[in-house]
């Protein structure tokens, strides 16, 4: 017998119930994954796709914004090398005024300092020889020689002109004038009486004379009244030498 | 030497009996419904599957395109069928490469219950689409004179379903056993891959032709 009926029902049964459970445990849960994966594939390509579209359209925002950035940093560049140059110049000028103020000064201070060392020199170097040349002759200065500057004052008393004699002779011949001899060096009384006799002749007066001793004359000897003086001095030949010796240095002084 | 699987009888109480082909089913069956419960058990729904799921989606997807290739439009609604037709003849006939295994579809009460199935399967698919009038008016097309024919083809391609997958497994299960008889080496192997390659075949071929008569069936509304 090919066919027993009860198997065949049994084994209908038996697929109808296989169906059942493969239907329950094999095609709906695999079914469900492949929609859940396809749903989340699909999802997943779609945000990729929108992510892309964004990525894109950064990337287009990125490179305008750099070539925009680009473009305003050369702007920006070359405005800042325009002032850097426009500031260079203002700062070479000015420190060109300063060095120039600076310069200035300087040679104005190198000139002063000139100056003065010449100054002081000069000076130091005129009372070094004036010094020196009064310490020669005062201790040159002896009888002779003091008896030889009486001599010459007395000679240039002696060889007045006559209008220099007259004036000098109205002052002396005022009431109550004293004439005033000032000599370096202590006059003996011959001495005395030969120039108050000598003065009293030359000028026709009658006034008394008086005698005073005046170390700063250097070996020399005055007649003074009211400012008016006949002198010989050592003295006065230095003083003219330190007036000639100043003016030259004040023209040289000017000339730098 | 037996032709059916049938004639051996593991338990008997009156009519009820549990013979090699039921046992053989349920044993099936289990590993069916066994393996694919492991595996959907714990179903990822990330990117990347497991290699179990992923030959599991590859049976499926392939069953349902198919089906969709058949010309029905909404697959999923005859997978539950068409697939376990499919993948219980297949498995079926693959378990023969185990040694002093009897296929189940090697029995003609097994093959014939699966065609009663698709045999009854079919008018409910048809009416389930097109509504029972339409699905009727269907046997009399092109003309009413086709009635009958088309009634006796209705049950011989039943028949020639159920015929046929037996006449080709039991066949094939015969001749391994016969050569084994004469041949013990070699031969018996290369005509076992050969019965595997049948065996795949006939499940192929049984799951299409029911897939196009379902087809065929449910085309009625489409056309009307």
């Known amino acids: 017998m090919l066919i027993d009926w009860f198997t065949v029902v049994a084994q209908a049964v038996n697929f109808l119930i296989l169906v059942w459970l493969l239907k329950r445990f094999l095609y709906e849960p695999i079914l469900k994954a492949l929609d859940a994966r396809e749903h989340r594939i699909a999802s997943e390509l779609a945000n990729a796709d929108s992510k892309q579209t964004e990525a894109i359209a950064e990337r287009k925002e990125y490179m305008r914004k750099n070539e925009e950035f680009d473009r305003q940093r050369a702007a920006m560049l070359s405005k800042a090398m325009e002032e850097a140059t426009v500031e260079r110049q203002r700062l070479f000028d000015e420190v060109h005024k300063e060095a120039e103020v600076l310069r200035t000064k300087l040679h104005d201070r190198l000139s002063s300092e000139f100056r003065n060392m010449h100054e002081e020199f000069a000076q130091r170097t005129q009372v070094e020889v004036f010094a020196i040349v009064r310490q020669a002759l005062n201790d040159l200065a002896n009888e002779s020689l003091e008896e030889h500057i009486i001599a010459v004052f007395l000679q240039r008393i002696r060889s007045l002109n006559s209008d220099e004699k007259a004036r000098l002779g109205a002052i002396f011949n005022s009431p109550f004038q004293t004439l005033q001899v000032r000599s370096a060096f202590e006059l003996e009384s011959a001495q005395r009486t030969e120039i108050e006799n000598t003065i009293k002749e030359a000028l026709a007066t009658t006034a008394s004379v008086r005698f005073e001793i005046e170390p700063n004359l250097i070996n020399g000897l005055e007649l003074v009244i009211q400012g008016q003086k006949v002198a010989w001095s050592i003295t006065d030949y230095l003083t003219s030498l330190e007036n000639d010796v100043s003016n030259l240095l004040n023209l040289k002084r000017k000339s730098v | 030497m037996h032709l059916s699987p049938d004639e051996l009888i593991l338990w008997q109480y009156g009519f009820i009996k549990i013979n090699v082909t039921i046992a053989t089913t349920w044993a099936l069956m289990l590993v069916l419904v066994l393996g694919a419960r492991l595996i959907t058990r714990n179903l990822e729904h990330k990117i990347h599957i497991s290699h179990w799921q992923s030959m599991l989606e590859i049976v499926v997807v392939t069953i349902r395109k198919q089906i969709e290739e058949v010309g029905l439009q909404h697959?999923?609604?005859?997978?539950?069928?068409?697939?376990?037709?499919?993948?219980?003849?297949?498995?079926?006939?693959?378990?023969?490469?185990?040694?002093?295994?009897?296929?189940?579809?090697?029995?003609?009460?097994?093959?014939?219950?699966?065609?009663?199935?698709?045999?009854?399967?079919?008018?409910?698919?048809?009416?389930?689409?097109?509504?029972?009038?339409?699905?009727?008016?269907?046997?009399?097309?092109?003309?009413?004179?086709?009635?009958?024919?088309?009634?006796?083809?209705?049950?011989?391609?039943?028949?020639?379903?159920?015929?046929?997958?037996?006449?080709?497994?039991?066949?094939?299960?015969?001749?391994?056993?016969?050569?084994?008889?004469?041949?013990?080496?070699?031969?018996?192997?290369?005509?076992?891959?050969?019965?595997?390659?049948?065996?795949?075949?006939?499940?192929?071929?049984?799951?299409?032709?029911?897939?196009?008569?379902?087809?065929a069936a449910t085309r009625v509304r489409q056309e009307t």
């Open chain 2, 75 to 215: 697959p999923e609604k005859y997978m539950g069928f068409l697939g376990t037709l499919f993948l219980f003849i297949a498995l079926s006939n693959f378990c023969t490469i185990i040694p002093g295994y009897e296929p189940p579809t090697g029995s003609f009460s097994t093959t014939g219950a699966l065609a009663l199935c698709v045999f009854i399967a079919v008018p409910i698919f048809g009416i389930t689409e097109s509504g029972l009038g339409a699905y009727l008016r269907s046997y009399t097309k092109p003309t009413f004179i086709m009635l009958p024919f088309n009634i006796i083809s209705e049950l011989s391609r039943t028949l020639a379903l159920a015929i046929r997958l037996f006449g080709n497994i039991m066949s094939g299960a015969m001749i391994l056993a016969i050569l084994l008889t004469i041949t013990p080496f070699i031969f018996p192997i290369v005509m076992s891959l050969l019965g595997l390659l049948t065996g795949m075949v006939q499940a192929y071929i049984f799951s299409i032709l029911a897939t196009v008569y379902i087809a």
